[in-house]
């Protein structure tokens, strides 16, 4: 039950309007730190939720996948451009953001992540790489500016660190291949 005090702790923090200010002042931390943070919030408060409703669980989300395809519906959503500008424009989107990031992405993510198969999983970072390519390649590339609330330099900063985002996942992904964790397992066993 720590995790979810400390879960509770991290919202509470988050929704402060000095955090709030800041974080969303520059565009890489909006994107790439205030909302994994709140995703964050979500897979600590997630125990405390399957404990509380362990039937919509277990009914919903038997095998993982609508859990995590919520998930990345909901993280597609938060990188569109205009999305981004319109969370710190208009108030509701704000509230939008502040909810469905923990609820609506963080608590499936923790929920489905362990029944999904290895193969499961590595098709899940394979798209979050490939939409991360595709974003950081939008941001750097475009022409124009995309978010009124940031300059065009912000902008590619931000492609930038979803690029190497991508380069991340995609490093993590090769090094799966020969790394085997069952082997690590049984070291530890002897």
């Not at 931390?29 to 995703?39: A, D």
């Not at 710190?88 to 509230?95: A, D, F, P, R, Y």
């Not at 290895?118 to 750097?140: A, F």
């Amino acid at each position: 039950m720590r995790q979810v005090k400390y879960g509770l702790l991290l919202y509470l923090f988050l929704m402060l309007p000095p955090v709030i200010h800041v974080s969303e002042s520059i565009m890489v931390i909006h994107m790439h730190m205030q909302m994994p943070l709140l995703v964050i919030v979500g897979i600590l408060i997630t125990p405390f939720l399957k404990s509380r409703f362990p039937n919509f669980f277990s009914t919903w989300n038997k095998n993982g996948i609508p859990g995590m395809l919520l998930f990345l519906i909901i993280v597609i959503y938060w990188m569109i451009p205009r999305t981004m500008d319109e969370a710190i424009t208009v108030t509701e989107i704000e509230i939008f953001k502040f909810i469905s990031l923990p609820f609506l992405a963080g608590v499936p993510l923790r929920d489905s992540w362990n029944k999904l198969t290895k193969r499961g999983k590595n098709i899940i970072l394979t798209c979050l790489s490939v939409i991360y390519v595709i974003v950081g390649g939008l941001y750097v590339f475009s022409p124009a500016q995309l978010c009124n609330n940031y300059l065009v330099a912000e902008q590619k900063a931000l492609g930038w660190t979803s690029v190497f985002t991508a380069l991340g996942i995609i490093v993590f992904l090769i090094q799966s291949l020969f790394i085997h964790e069952d082997e690590f397992e049984e070291a530890d066993t002897v």
